[in-house]
């Protein structure tokens, strides 16, 4: 049998795994990357980020075409959807980001294994595909095995009226009611992509509240809009069984009459992906939950063996799974290594996006730290009014005594975008008054932020 040597090798080639893989051979190591789909890219790539954000923008573009373009006086006639393409398109993207990602691997020389990987012990990994079984041995092993769908206890996902977000990207017909349970990210985003289609939505959600973690008073704008929108919301709803009958499906919850749809997205969170991956023989421990426990160098229990990105928990975001797999390497190969945690953003796609990034009101509050707050609205914002999108604000958390900038937050058009300013200002510790002193181009949504950080200091300029 064929046994190899590596100075690293990786399991997983998610965002984590791939590019922790590719900055590893920049710094100089012999890499080697275990995927067990024959695609590259992890969950992001094949059936996350990438195809739901293709989605939310032909669906967009759909509902544009159905109800605004005719108050620009654009006439387009009777429009119509051809779902079988938009789905192609949909494919057709991630079939090409995935052949894009197998090319950098190529390039940078990284030895790619198609199969399962498993740890026999720290340093040893055999890697299985069918019958075919190899081993390698590694001085570090890096686990970047992912995330897959966390299960509610009385749903069986059947895996096609029951199923799980990679179910609900490529529905081959319009639900007429798709009921969503959980009002995540993920189910928030899937609900607007098949409203817009057409379905009726109703999300179910155990909490009071829409996208925990993300700032209250956003989240409760969002859900007013969401609401305009024409998606039902049951809030503080437990969720107590999903079945199907015939060609609809039940959803019971407590003190609630059953409800009925033809389909059901379970999406209620990611739980950590270690099955079958030999942690125990190497004698890596996990927490409570099930995610890899490590210490802040990503280092796990066993000597060697470290882990990054979804399966370690935190934040289950593609870039933070990144900024994880560079930070981890660069520590293997210089001795440093640091990831920011208050300056990784976080977006939600839905219309309109929800963005933030550092602390929310309630994060401060409860660490009793003293802020100062500035909020700009969209509506006062030129170019926002020329896009005939004026929903949301944008709201900076900035230290009372210092000014330096702690958390910002938006809801509004491009949110997701305008973060990677906040993001940078965190970065870089900026204050306020160095953001409201940075010139904005004009007229741009960016401005919104300038405001807010004028606003901070009550002179904000355009309210
Ligand atoms: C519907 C959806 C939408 C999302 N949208 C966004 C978004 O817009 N932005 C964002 O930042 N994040 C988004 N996410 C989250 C994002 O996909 C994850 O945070 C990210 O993929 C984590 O990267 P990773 O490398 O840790 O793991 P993954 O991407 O899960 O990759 C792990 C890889 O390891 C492989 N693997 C597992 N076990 C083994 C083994 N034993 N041997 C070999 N291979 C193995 C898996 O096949 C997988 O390909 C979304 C997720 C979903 C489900």
């Given at each position: ?214 700032d209250?008073e956003l989240?409760?704008e969002?859900?007013?809009v ?126 309109p ?8 009101e ?9 802020y100062r707050k500035g909020a700009f609205p969209f509506v006062a914002n030129g170019r926002a009014r020329a896009l005939g999108n004026t929903t949301g604000q944008v709201k900076m958390l900035a230290?009372?005594?210092?000014d330096?900038i702690?958390g910002v937050h938006i809801l509004g058009p491009r949110a997701?975008?305008l973060?990677?300013e906040a ?9 306020s008054e160095?953001l409201a002193r940075s010139s904005h181009a004009h007229p741009t949504l960016a401005e919104a932020l300038k405001e807010a950080a004028l606003a901070v200091d009550g002179r904000a300029l355009h309210v």
């Amino acid at each position: 049998m064929e046994t190899a040597r590596h100075d690293l090798v990786i399991l997983g080639g998610g965002p984590g795994g791939y590019v922790a893989a590719i900055r590893a051979t920049q710094l100089g190591m012999n890499v080697a990357c275990i995927e067990q789909e024959s695609a590259l890219g992890g969950t992001c790539l094949r059936v996350g980020c990438i195809p739901s954000k293709a989605l939310l923008e032909s669906s967009e573009r759909y509902e544009q075409a159905r109800e605004e373009l005719a108050t620009h006086g654009v006439g387009v006639g009777e429009v119509s959807l051809d779902l079988a393409t938009m789905m192609k398109r949909k494919d057709k993207l991630v079939t090409i980001l995935s052949k894009g990602v197998e090319g950098l691997l190529k390039k940078n020389k990284i030895t790619r294994h198609v199969g399962h990987g498993r740890l026999l012990a720290p340093g040893r990994i055999e890697v299985t595909r069918g019958d075919q079984r190899i081993e390698l041995e590694a001085a570090h092993v890096l686990l970047a095995t992912g995330s897959k769908s966390a299960g509610l206890p009385g749903i069986e996902p059947d895996g096609d009226r029951i199923g799980t977000s990679t179910e609900a990207l490529s529905y081959s017909e319009v639900p007429e009611h798709l009921i969503v349970i959980g009002a995540g990210a993920i189910g928030l985003e899937l609900g607007s992509v098949w409203r817009r289609l057409g379905a009726k939505v109703t999300v179910l959600e155990y909490l009071d509240r829409i996208l925990l973690g993300m700032d209250a008073e956003l989240a409760g704008e969002a859900l007013k809009v969401f609401k305009r929108q024409g998606m039902q919301f049951l809030l503080g709803c437990r969720v107590t069984s999903a079945r199907v009958e015939g060609e609809q499906c039940v959803v019971e919850s407590a003190g609630n009459e059953p409800r009925r749809g033809d389909r059901v997205l379970v999406a209620v969170g990611r739980a950590p992906n270690t099955d079958d991956l030999g942690l125990e023989a190497a004698g890596v421990r996990t927490d409570r939950k099930g995610f890899v426990s490590v210490d802040e160098h990503f280092a796990t229990s066993a000597a060697g063996v470290y882990a990054i990105g979804d399966v370690i928990g935190g934040a289950m975001l593609a870039h933070k799974a990144e900024e994880e797999g560079v930070a981890c390497v660069e520590q293997l190969a210089t001795g440093y290594g640091h990831v920011n945690y208050d300056a990784i953003p976080n977006v939600v796609y839905t219309e309109p996006e929800i963005a933030s990034v550092g602390k929310t009101e309630a994060e401060l509050q409860e660490a009793g730290v003293e802020y100062r707050k500035g909020a700009f609205p969209f509506v006062a914002n030129g170019r926002a009014r020329a896009l005939g999108n004026t929903t949301g604000q944008v709201k900076m958390l900035a230290d009372a005594a210092t000014d330096r900038i702690l958390g910002v937050h938006i809801l509004g058009p491009r949110a997701g975008d305008l973060i990677a300013e906040a993001a940078v200002a965190i970065e870089l510790g900026a204050s306020s008054e160095d953001l409201a002193r940075s010139s904005h181009a004009h007229p741009t949504l960016a401005e919104a932020l300038k405001e807010a950080a004028l606003a901070v200091d009550g002179r904000a300029l355009h309210v």
